[in-house]
């Protein structure tokens, strides 16, 4: 077969060798060189992309061509194949004499001798230019946020990576992760509606990229989430200062047609540390956002060490979970109209075995874990169910049950399916519990997800009760566009109350703005004689309280008497 292959292809090259030559020179770019790389001869074409003359490159090698687009081990593997008397084939982007880039697809054969030995290669290409630049437009358009043009979350991640590898070779300190979030964003998407919005999220990304140095990656990772990798910035001012900018940055006004809004930024930082993941820095940063409040904080020490007993606390949960050491407790809840305990708050308590009993506040980092909050969460339904069996066999009057949700859970869009399938299994209605989220639940990122999940919830037939309120700072527009039904003032509002009659007028007025808001008033934190007359007058609908009762055990709950009698 190869004999008459030869045999064919010799007829035709004498019948017309020149119209194989000039095919050959119309399609390919040939070049061919010594043993040494040096060029022996290339063709018309080699010369018109190349923009050198037949002259210039004649006697040199191809590094006259060297874009600096690869790196050594790119050409090392090139020529390891070659001398090996093996094809090599491979996409290799190249510079004109001009200084342009081009990219052409290249097979270099071995010219192999009688021998056996390798006595220099032929080189034939094919520009590819057009081709390369559109699969960098594709790869650019996979990485590009549409609304901002900067990277978006997969971008970010690429890039990242890259800065973490590049910090194992440098000084400490010479790269950094910035992170942050811009407050007040939803209230201009609620009020101005989503336009203004993007407005808003492209003001801050023209601003990130006049701040920061042009090869430095910058991200919006959704929503009104972004993240900076600082290489080049950090050589031009230190990190604590480009922070300083960036806050001032991102409060300075921003004009959407015809009104003026304004923002600000929570921001976190972390220098990059090659000895941690990608996952760790971006949880670093996210821990120095979410300590520093509206304002700028770097990752720190003492932020470290917090997420090393964060990280201990945790482990030992999920200990504590399979072990059966949680216990649900209730904390009853006086109905100041019929002087009943119709409702009671159920409280986690766990009995570690080191340190004893400890109320919710004391491992509250559990509830910022998705992993153990979803575990919890079926063995407290099965509480709930068997502690109101209980309740009924001892004649217990039905109660609300009242459940303080995690910011996990209300982020979740799963939840409220899991939560209904959990109730349904253990024959419980929804009617029969209510639901307590805080107002710091309502905002920051997931605060879109959240209240689309207190909706459904509602619809679904839970009672809803903003938890907390006048704690911290107070949206009036959640109580009138959200289905609350009930309202729990916050303690920290009643504990003055008895010598300051400023803040009692303040906490009637509380009492009176929630029912003007047709829901259902819960007055948190009475724990005297004197207090809860003071808020009987204000005539709340319900009290909550040491005074009422601590939270009791399940079998301790059957021992209440049935109506709260105030001693004289």
């Keep these: ?57 004649l006697g040199s090698t191809h590094r006259i061509l060297n874009s600096g687009y690869h790196d050594a081990a790119f050409f090392q593997d090139m020529y390891r194949t070659i001398k090996a008397g093996q094809p090599w084939r491979g996409n290799i982007c190249n510079r004109a004499k001009d200084g342009t880039i081009y990219w052409v697809a290249t097979t270099i054969i071995p010219h192999v001798g009688p021998d056996g030995t390798v006595e220099g290669y032929v080189a034939s290409r094919f520009e590819i230019t057009e081709l390369m630049k559109t699969k960098e437009r594709l790869s650019e358009m996979a990485e590009t946020d549409t609304l901002t043009a900067l990277l978006n979350r997969g971008g970010f991640n690429t890039a990242l990576t890259a800065a973490l590898g590049l910090s194992s070779k440098e000084p400490p300190q010479s790269r950094a992760l910035v ?16 336009h203004a919005g993007d407005i808003v999220l492209r003001v ?58 304004s ?69 009853p809840i006086l109905n100041c109209h019929t002087s009943q305990l119709d409702q009671i708050e159920a409280l986690l308590r766990w009995h570690h075995p080191e340190r004893g009993l400890l109320a919710a506040e004391d491992f509250a980092d559990v509830f910022t874990d ?60 929804p009617s029969d519990f209510v639901l307590e989220v805080t107002e710091q639940m309502l905002q920051g990122r997931r605060a879109g997800r959240s209240m689309r999940n207190i909706r459904e919830l509602s619809e679904a037939g839970f009672q809803i009760a903003m938890d907390n309120f006048g704690k911290g ?33 303040v906490l009637a007025s509380l009492v009176s703005l929630g029912q003007v808001y047709g829901l259902e008033v819960t007055v948190e934190g009475v724990e005297t004689r004197a207090q809860f007359d003071l808020v009987l007058a204000m005539k709340p609908d319900r009290v909550q309280g040491f005074f009422i009762s601590p939270a009791l055990s399940s079998s301790a709950l059957t021992k209440l008497p049935p109506r709260f009698e105030i001693a004289a």
Aim: proline fraction near 3%.
């Design 204 to 261: 801050v990304a023209s601003r990130l990229v006049e701040l920061t140095d042009p090869d430095d990656p910058i991200s919006r990772l959704g929503g009104d989430e972004f993240a900076i990798v600082l290489n080049k910035t950090l050589r031009s001012m230190p990190l604590e200062k480009y922070m300083d900018r960036l806050q001032a940055a991102l409060e300075r006004p921003i004009d959407i047609e015809t009104v003026t809004v």
């Design 370 to 429: 998705s992993t153990l909050t979803q575990a919890m969460g079926p063995s407290m339904i099965a509480s709930f169910q068997r502690d109101i069996a209980l309740w009924e066999r001892t004649g217990q009057p039905p109660r609300q049950l009242a459940i303080n949700m995690s910011r996990m859970d209300l982020g979740r869009t799963e939840y409220r399916v899991e939560l209904e399938r959990s109730l349904r299994e253990f024959g419980l209605s």
């Design 473 to 505: 700072e107070t949206t009036l527009r959640h109580l009138h566009d959200l289905p609350f039904n009930q309202l729990k003032i916050d303690q920290s509002l009643v504990a003055g109350i008895v010598d300051n009659p400023g803040e009692c007028e």
């Design 1 to 57: 077969m190869s004999l008459q292959h030869d045999d064919r292809l010799r007829a035709l090259t004498r019948q017309d060798a020149d119209f194989w030559a000039d095919l050959v020179d119309d399609v390919l770019i040939v070049a061919i060189t010594d043993l040494d790389g040096v060029i022996t001869y290339v063709n018309e074409k080699f010369c018109k992309v190349s923009k050198y003359s037949a002259e210039e490159l």
């Design 263 to 331: 923002i600000a930024g929570s921001i976190g930082a972390v220098f990059l540390d090659a000895r941690e993941s990608v996952e760790d820095m971006q949880k670093n940063a996210d821990m120095a956002l979410y300590a520093g409040g509206k304002q700028a904080q770097m990752f720190t020490d003492a932020l470290r060490q917090r997420a090393k007993v964060r990280s201990q606390i945790l482990i030992e949960a999920r200990s504590g979970v399979k072990d059966g050491q949680f216990e649900v407790y209730y904390q």
């Design 179 to 194: 992170m942050f979030d811009l407050d007040g964003f939803k209230q201009i998407n609620d009020i101005h509606g989503h």
